[in-house]
């Protein structure tokens, strides 16, 4: 799920539930003061635990330890019921918890560790609501869709829970996330939808399909590499019980296919032309290398390592995570010379310095080193410029309009 895409249902959420919502949420104003703990410099409202998870989940992956403050910030985000909400500026603060901000923050402490009694106590409000289909929405009681559901899957994997276990009414979280598979006798055989439309019919999704086939084989948003041992066959019905490994093969597939021409997926608001979709790129760059297709993932990982370190720039420590994450899954990858910028490094100046690690290369943001590498970010390969960061903003208030629509679907490709 992408840093946008995740605020985009923020948005929509909090529009639903009639909460107030700023006209465009982007940076601060220059006297707002952020927690110190806290990575990235832009307005927390909406990805504070997002992008905070991400981040400390990307240092584990590398093999770094994230600095005190940081884990302490997350853990103290935490409600009195165990789940997290997006951001809370206050321990007081009304929690407005959500599924995903809830599995995020329990991957990143998890993968930290120290921290078991508050990993089982927000394991113990996703169990409490699960849907009867075995999956989970954005919000609790929400209808489920393959986003919230995988990465709650992969939270609750992580904690040590047995996924396939975990049923209500008989079902469970798998039999949730096969019924959003597409079958294998149309044109995008094997894609998974975010969410059946008021028909009940299922729309391809690569967002959905790159989180699905993560959440079908029980991994975390970081995935993990494998040795590449199958070259996609297409759409396969599954049978002999292996169905979970036939529906993340087909996923597999079905993204290989649709990356094969440009090497990249891309995304667009109504009315404008489409755009380069940065992060869901590297989601399913991370899918395609977690389920063994890491030849197919070889031109998308070159294409983000041509493109995409401009848009983590401006985009901040939760877009860094994701290329971390795609370096990290992928044969060939390198998360300390990714395109020629070291990515590690780059997270690392967006918050506090991680334990131990030489502050010349890991300052934080209000160290000289974090001002030197925010100056810079230009001119990093791929660099987006002006056109991002006025359109960060612009981009993010359009999507307000559009926030709505998004519930219950995510935009098709």
């Known amino acids: 799920m992408t840093v946008i895409r995740h605020t985009a249902a923020a948005l929509a959420v909090t529009a639903v539930l009639g909460g107030a919502t700023p006209a465009v949420a982007a940076s601060p104003s220059p006297s707002a003061s952020l927690p110190a703990g806290l990575y990235g410099s832009s307005d927390p409202t909406y990805d504070g635990v997002w992008r905070q998870s991400l981040a400390l989940l990307a240092q584990r992956t590398v093999g770094v330890e994230p600095a005190g403050a940081a884990v302490a910030w997350l853990a103290g985000q935490q409600c009195g019921d165990g789940s997290f909400a997006a951001y809370r500026a206050t321990a007081g603060t009304p929690c407005k918890a959500d599924t995903n901000s809830t599995a995020a923050a329990v991957q990143a402490l998890a993968a930290v560790g120290g921290h078991d009694g508050g990993v089982k106590k927000a394991v113990g409000w996703l169990k409490s609501v699960q849907n009867k289909d075995g999956g989970w929405g954005f919000t609790a009681g929400g209808a489920s869709d393959a986003n919230s559901t995988s990465v709650v899957v992969g939270a609750l994997a992580k904690a040590g829970v047995t996924v396939p276990d975990l049923r209500k009414d008989g079902k469970s979280p798998y039999d949730a996330l096969r019924g959003l598979a597409l079958p294998c006798d149309g044109p995008d055989a094997g894609a998974f939808a975010y969410q059946p439309d008021k028909k009940g019919k299922l729309a391809a999704n690569a967002d959905a399909t790159a989180a699905a086939v993560l959440g079908v084989l029980g991994e975390t948003v970081?995935?993990?590499?494998?040795?590449?041992?199958?070259?996609?066959?297409?759409?396969?019905?599954?049978?002999?019980?292996?169905?979970?490994?036939?529906?993340?093969?087909?996923g597999a597939a079905w993204l290989a296919k649709t990356l094969a021409k440009s090497g990249h997926l891309t995304t667009a608001l109504p009315g404008a032309k489409p755009q380069p979709d940065y992060g869901n790129?590297?989601?399913?760059?991370?899918?395609?290398?977690?389920?063994?297709?890491?030849?197919?993932?070889?031109?998308?990982?070159?294409?983000?390592?041509?493109?995409?370190?401009?848009?983590?720039?401006?985009?901040?420590?939760?877009?860094?995570?994701?290329?971390?994450?795609?370096?990290?899954?992928?044969?060939?990858?390198?998360?300390?010379?990714?395109?020629?910028?070291?990515?590690?490094?780059?997270?690392?100046?967006?918050?506090?310095?991680?334990?131990?690690?030489?502050?010349?290369?890991?300052?934080?943001?209000?160290?000289?080193?974090?001002?030197?590498?925010?100056?810079?970010?230009?001119?990093?390969?791929?660099?987006?410029?002006?056109?991002?960061?006025?359109?960060?903003?612009?981009?993010?208030?359009?999507?307000?309009?559009?926030?709505?629509?998004?519930?219950?679907?995510?935009?098709?490709?």
């Open 222 to 250: 970081a995935g993990s590499r494998q040795d590449d041992t199958h070259a996609p066959a297409g759409c396969a019905n599954p049978a002999g019980g292996h169905e979970d490994a036939a529906a993340a093969d087909n």
């Open 281 to 413: 790129t590297a989601d399913a760059v991370v899918a395609l290398s977690t389920a063994g297709l890491d030849s197919q993932a070889a031109k998308p990982l070159h294409w983000l390592e041509s493109h995409a370190t401009g848009w983590a720039a401006q985009a901040g420590p939760g877009a860094y995570a994701q290329l971390i994450f795609a370096a990290s899954a992928a044969r060939g990858g390198d998360v300390h010379d990714f395109g020629g910028v070291d990515l590690v490094a780059k997270l690392n100046a967006t918050g506090p310095a991680p334990a131990g690690a030489d502050g010349d290369a890991t300052a934080g943001p209000h160290d000289t080193k974090a001002s030197d590498t925010k100056a810079s970010a230009g001119k990093d390969k791929g660099g987006l410029g002006v056109a991002w960061t006025v359109g960060g903003g612009l981009l993010v208030g359009a999507v307000i309009g559009f926030a709505l629509m998004l519930r219950g679907r995510r935009r098709q490709r």
